[in-house]
């Protein structure tokens, strides 16, 4: 569903992608691992074509990242949503406003269907009876929801995760996981999960990865990942120190 073919990219000389490559498949949840700025975001802003790369190939079913005309690009963005770190909910719109906002905007689908679309992203979600009241009244956790609602209406084939539980306290964090994977077996969808929340990585991953030096090392299962014997990992895994992602 995505792939990434040797894609090189530098930003003066800082090389943050060096022959870079990956692929996920649908009802597949990929996490990279990584250190706070290694390229991660990067990566994400890649595969929706909000960064071009210097060289290699992107593609999203087949389709070409890489010198898409703009209508070509709205339709990848519409199959793959990013889920932005701060998921920031519009403050003053209620919570089904906000869910609503993408499909208004987008003047494309008929209002009956935004209304039926809307109800059913917060349903499964179980943001129904929260659906009329703003942001600021509900708990950190509804916010999070609605959200991940807000992806959900545009009906994306897959769902970029930006380091989804960076500032939360464990508990929420722990809830963002849930999330993650209600998410992931109400579909088959493909996604990614960029973070260094290690609990959370092993709680939804079904393939591991750590970025590091401009790629992806030791793609594994997480079993597999958890006993690999390469150093990076290593020092990855075991290490104590980690600051927090940006
Ligand atoms: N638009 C940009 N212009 C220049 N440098 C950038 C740009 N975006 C990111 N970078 C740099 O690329 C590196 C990787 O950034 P990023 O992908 O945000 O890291 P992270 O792994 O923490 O998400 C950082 O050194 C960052 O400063
Ligand atoms: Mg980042």
């Not at 793959?80 to 003053?92: M, R």
């Not at 999070?144 to 930006?162: C, E, M, N, S, T």
């Amino acid at each position: 569903m995505i792939e990434m073919s040797n894609v090189f990219k530098t930003f003066g000389d800082n090389a943050v992608l060096r022959d870079f490559s990956m692929k996920v498949d649908e009802g597949e949840t990929l996490v990279i691992l990584g250190r706070s700025g290694t390229g991660k975001s990067v990566t994400l802003k890649h595969i929706v074509g909000l960064i071009q790369p210097d060289k290699g190939s992107i593609k999203v079913d087949g389709r070409s990242v890489i010198g898409a005309n703009r209508k070509q690009l709205s339709a990848i963005r519409d199959d793959v949503a990013y889920l932005f770190q701060s998921g920031a909910l519009v403050n003053w719109m209620t919570v089904r406003d906000n869910v609503a906002l993408s499909l208004v905007e987008s003047r494309s689908v008929p209002r009956r269907e935004i209304d039926e679309r809307v109800d059913e992203s917060l349903a499964s979600l179980g943001m129904l009876e929260a659906a009329d009241r703003m942001p600021a009244d509900i708990s950190g956790g509804m916010r999070k929801r609605a959200a991940l609602a807000r992806v959900l209406v545009q009906g994306p084939r897959a769902i970029l995760y930006d380091e989804p539980t960076a500032g939360l306290d464990p508990i929420m964090a722990r809830t963002v996981g849930e999330l993650i994977n209600e998410v992931q077996s109400s579909g088959q969808r493909a996604a990614i999960v960029v973070t260094h929340d290690l609990e959370l990585a092993f709680s939804v991953a079904t393939t591991l990865a750590l970025h590091h030096e401009g790629k992806l090392v030791e793609l594994a299962e997480p079993d597999a990942f958890k006993q690999s014997q390469h150093p990076v990992i290593r020092s990855f895994l075991d290490g104590t120190v980690q600051e927090s992602g940006t």
